[in-house]
């Protein structure tokens, strides 16, 4: 069984980038509802993108943080995809949530592409990881 460890001032600083980049994206969502037209998409594609990368950053920082006695490395094509999949899931969850009255109707849903996302980008983030010798799961 292998050993590993946590670096303690990479989990710290996940968890303030995380912190960081909800209060960024959803202070820059709650702008979308009083900003009608291209306005309000530029702020929608803003808190998107902040939240996606802020939840990406902190994955992967915490990924960093572990520290294991095997050589690691990360495929980029994965690892690509799983920001893709963090910000896309953002922008489209933020857009399910962005209207001026907030109703159940569009919290649910909303949340679920949020939490899928993150499934998502999780998994997608643990295949790009490349260890030698290699797991078998």
Known sequence: MQVSQYDQILVV???IVAIMAAYTALNMAGRV???PGKAGWLWLAGG???LGIGI????FIGMLAMELTMSMSYDRLLTGLSMLIAVGSSLFALWLVST???RLGRLLP???VMG???AGMHYTGMAALEVSPPIVW
Not at 56 to 59: D, R, T, V
């Open 13 to 15: 600083i996940s968890f």
């Open 48 to 50: 998107g993108l902040a």
């Open 33 to 35: 509802s009083t900003n």
């Open 116 to 118: 899928g996302g993150i």
């Open 110 to 112: 909303g949340s679920l």
């Open 100 to 102: 001026p009255q907030l």
């Open 56 to 59: 990406w950053a902190m994955h």
